[in-house]
Each structure stands twice: as C-alpha cells, then as structure tokens.
C-alpha cells in the first residue's frame, strides 16, 4: 500500500510540474511575442508607412490588445491556431484589421491571457495598436455560446465591429464547453 501511495505522489508530482512548464513556456512566448510587437510598432512610428497592406503572415507578431479595465497589454498574432494562442491573442485571418470597416475577430485562451476578461464591461474601452494606426473601441456587449457555435463570425461590413472570444467558464478545468464573447465598435461610433 505505501508504494502505491508513493507512486500517486511521484505521479502527481510530475503532473504539477509539466503544468507549471507549460504555464512557464506559454508566458515566456508571450512574452517574446509583446517584444516583437513592440519594436515592430517603434519601427513603424519611425518609418510611418500609410500606403503599405497590412497582410502579416501566420505566426507573426502584428500588435498589441490594450485593455486598460484589467491592465493588459497582449501581443496579438496572425492566426488562431494552438501555436499562436501560445504567444497572445490570435486574429482570425479570415476576418478584417481594424479601418477595414467589417468584423475583427480576436481570440484568447481564459488561462492565459484573458484571465480576467470577465472584468470588461460595456462602456470599457479596448485599443488595438498595429504599425499603421491606433484603434480605440466601446464594448457594447458580451454573450455566452457554445464552444461549436461558429454565428459569432461573419462580415458585419459595411459597419466595423470588434469580437474578442475566450472558453468560458473562466475557472474551468478542461476543454471548456463554452465561449465568452465580447462585443464592440470603435468610439466615434458609440
């Protein structure tokens, strides 16, 4: 019986410490990726470029989310995909970049870097900061789907709209079933 009982604790051992690896790893990335993000943007402020298409490649680090409401500034990402969520937010490249005046869609994961999203209220705002702009936004609203239901994404054109989505139930431990959705538009339009 006590080497049973010893093995369950090697066993939870190793556990809690591949999690905390893995929690390391993911901050570390986020970390590289909100450096990237920021020299990208001083680079950009020294040599604005207007006329340039904005069309990042997968992977690349494109900006950074300010959400003042909870004190975060997260390095967004081209793309969705796990690799990317590691490093911050992902955009969804099939949806537009803020000034294309239709659907922006942002994505997180809740144990990372939307641990507290839960905080953002209407009337907060949320800034995107890319190399050719700054984009202040008014949430407007926020629901709760399913973690299937694909309704949040589509053209909104002619009329620009921010959606960011994490899992939901925030403390939830697992594949979360569920997805918090955030709804808002940029300020000149609230």
């Not at 207007?50 to 997968?58: A, E, G, N, R, S």
């Not at 803020?98 to 839960?118: A, K, M, W, Y």
């Amino acid at each position: 019986m006590k080497k049973v009982a010893a093995l369950l604790m090697v066993v939870g051992i190793v556990f809690i410490g591949l999690g905390a690896y893995q929690l390391y790893s993911i901050k570390l990335a986020e970390k590289e990726a909100l450096i990237e993000a920021q020299e990208l943007l001083a680079r950009s402020y020294e040599d604005p470029q207007k006329d340039v298409i904005f069309k990042p490649d997968t992977g690349d680090s494109v900006g950074i989310l300010h959400i003042e409401k909870i004190d975060a500034a997260i390095p967004i990402v081209e793309g969705t995909d796990p690799d990317e969520l590691e490093s911050g937010v992902g955009h969804m490249s099939q949806t537009a970049w803020p000034g294309e005046n239709d659907q922006i869609l942002l994505s997180g994961h809740r144990d990372t870097v939307f641990r507290r999203l839960g905080e953002v209220e209407v009337g907060d705002i949320i800034t995107i900061e890319l190399p050719y702009g700054t984009f202040d936004y008014v949430m407007t609203d926020s629901i709760i789907v399913s973690a299937d239901d694909t309704s949040i994404i589509g053209s909104t054109a002619p009329n620009e709209e921010l959606v960011i989505s994490t899992c939901y139930p925030f403390r939830y431990i697992g594949p979360a079933p569920d997805r918090y959705v955030i709804y808002a538009v940029p300020v000149d339009e609230s």
